[in-house]
């Protein structure tokens, strides 16, 4: 029987090369990449099982990488491995389509755990974690941050894009549209969001996790 084909995403170099050499006595490890929108294009080729991926990756990060694989009907199980003991980001990315949430600080058993209970169809989440994110959904405190989510796909590409420093030209040529279409998203997100510079735009990426502080 063959081996599950597992692909990895982190943009960490020694953390991919750990997680192969930890995966890989019972999985098959078939990639591993180093940014959200890599991701999407080996996710396509290489039709994983399961995507073992990080939250904060340059690029696109895994939260909306999540989105637009299952926007793009793509039917890997994804599991996020993340330093993040955060209730919100769980909640986010389980929403996203993800089907676990388990911390990089947590035993490697439970990685293995978690991959084997989403190939049978369950759902995991870090015990840390996991008893308060029920009650999180239920109580609908996930809205917080509905300011973002109700940002378009491609404005939070370009907002995540604009706070890691790329300039309007070097978006354009990313996402394979114009610099004025880039500054036409620019222009809207500020509107919509009451902000007024790029430095502003940066700020409220950070606070609200579209990059890694």
């Given at each position: 029987?063959?081996?599950?084909?597992?692909?990895?995403?982190?943009?960490?170099?020694?953390?991919?090369?750990?997680?192969?050499?930890?995966?890989?006595?019972?999985?098959?490890?078939?990639?591993?990449?180093?940014?959200?929108?890599?991701?999407?294009?080996?996710?396509?080729?290489?039709?994983?099982?399961?995507?073992?991926?990080?939250?904060?990756?340059?690029?696109?990060?895994?939260?909306?990488?999540?989105?637009?694989?299952?926007?793009?009907?793509?039917?890997?199980?994804?599991?996020?491995?993340?330093?993040?003991?955060?209730?919100?980001?769980?909640?986010?990315?389980?929403?996203?389509?993800?089907?676990?949430?388990?911390?990089?600080?947590?035993?490697?058993?439970?990685?293995?755990?978690?991959?084997?209970?989403v190939l049978r169809g369950n759902t995991y989440v870090s015990p840390e974690v996991a008893p308060d994110v029920i009650p999180f959904i239920l109580n609908g405190a996930h809205q917080m941050n509905k300011r973002v989510s109700k940002l378009t796909p491609r404005q939070r590409e370009v907002l995540q894009l604009l706070a890691e420093g790329n300039t309007n030209k070097e978006i354009a040529g990313i996402l394979n549209v114009s610099p004025r279409t880039v500054e036409f998203h620019k222009y809207r997100m500020m509107q919509d969001l009451g902000l007024h510079s790029t430095a502003e735009l940066t700020r409220y990426a950070l606070k609200h996790g579209v990059i890694a502080n």
């Open positions: 029987m063959p081996q599950p084909r597992i692909l990895l995403a982190d943009d960490h170099t020694i953390v991919r090369d750990g997680l192969k050499t930890l995966l890989e006595a019972d999985f098959d490890v078939v990639g591993a990449v180093a940014d959200g929108r890599t991701l999407l294009t080996e996710a396509e080729r290489l039709a994983p099982d399961v995507i073992v991926a990080d939250i904060s990756m340059p690029m696109l990060n895994g939260i909306e990488a999540t989105r637009q694989l299952r926007r793009n009907g793509n039917a890997a199980k994804i599991v996020i491995l993340t330093m993040h003991v955060d209730v919100t980001y769980a909640t986010e990315v389980l929403e996203a389509g993800a089907s676990a949430y388990v911390l990089k600080n947590a035993p490697a058993e439970q990685l293995i755990k978690a991959i084997r209970e």
